[in-house]
């Protein structure tokens, strides 16, 4: 199971700007249920709060009001029931790819054959199974970020959360990993939290779209297209996949009118 529930989930910060301490409120009472095995997107503008509900709900970041729930158990700090893909995937430049993915599983506790059969697992899972002994440096954009989603799977979470993980990737790479994406979700079973900027990326991998805006859920938006999505170039041709993606920019239109 990997159903992921915030409730009523409010967080501030305290700056200081010119000596004077300023209180921003990322998140407003943001309240919403994840189901176990879907994509869920998260999209609003730059600010929004949608990377600090991710990192709320992955333990990065402690909720000052309300609380978040995997499977019903409250959430207190990072755990092996939540993997994380970051917008850079922030390997460890002194570790190969297979090392890079051992470091999560050694953590967990895992050693010996299982240890490395398992990464190696992971890796062919993504693609990477030849280029296990590079190092991040001997690595382009697209496959460093195969190695952090290969990394925060094989240590076998319920929730796979996503931050922009293909954001500053050029536009075919961008497009090759949406559909890995897919692939291994269709295969694992996973729930995956995926934030992003990009209307086409939301409706080409979500089964609902939350949009938020100044910290509060705006509208949870149903994405009515089959799965397997199939051929995404496809896909972006079709009535059903314009008719979604106008329907998220109107609720981010309506929600940027009623902020002004």
């Given at each position: 199971m990997g159903e992921v529930s915030l409730i009523d989930v409010s967080k501030s910060f305290n700056i200081k700007i010119d000596s004077e301490i300023h209180t921003v409120q990322a998140l407003r009472n943001v309240g919403f249920t994840i189901r176990d095995g879907e994509i869920a997107v998260l999209i609003g503008p730059s600010g929004c709060g949608k990377t600090t509900a991710l990192r709320v709900a992955m333990g990065l970041e402690t909720a000052s009001s309300g609380s978040v729930l995997v499977d019903g158990r409250e959430v207190r700090g990072c755990g092996y029931d939540r993997g994380m893909v970051f917008q850079h995937a922030e390997l460890l430049p002194w570790l190969n790819a297979l090392q890079n993915v051992m470091f999560g599983l050694e953590m967990k506790g895992m050693r010996g054959a299982e240890l490395h059969d398992t990464a190696m697992r992971y890796l062919d899972l993504v693609g990477l199974k030849g280029a296990w002994n590079?190092?991040?440096?001997?690595?382009?954009g697209g496959m460093k970020q195969r190695v952090g989603i290969a990394r925060a799977l094989a240590i076998d979470p319920k929730v796979l959360l996503m931050d922009e993980p293909f954001g500053a990737l050029d536009a075919q790479t961008r497009e090759s990993l949406q559909s890995e994406l897919l692939d291994i979700q269709a295969r694992t079973g996973k729930t995956v939290v995926?934030?992003?900027?990009?209307?086409?990326?939301?409706?080409?991998?979500?089964?609902?779209?939350?949009?938020?805006?100044?910290?509060?859920?705006?509208?949870?938006?149903?994405?009515?297209?089959?799965?397997?999505?199939?051929?995404?170039?496809v896909l972006r041709g079709s009535p059903e996949f314009a008719a979604a993606r106008y329907k998220i920019w109107q609720a981010l239109h309506q929600a940027e009118s009623v902020a002004h």
């Open positions: 590079r190092r991040p440096h001997q690595l382009s995926f934030v992003t900027h990009d209307l086409d990326e939301a409706v080409l991998l979500a089964d609902r779209v939350f949009v938020m805006r100044a910290g509060e859920l705006q509208e949870i938006i149903d994405v009515p297209l089959p799965r397997p999505r199939g051929d995404l170039g």
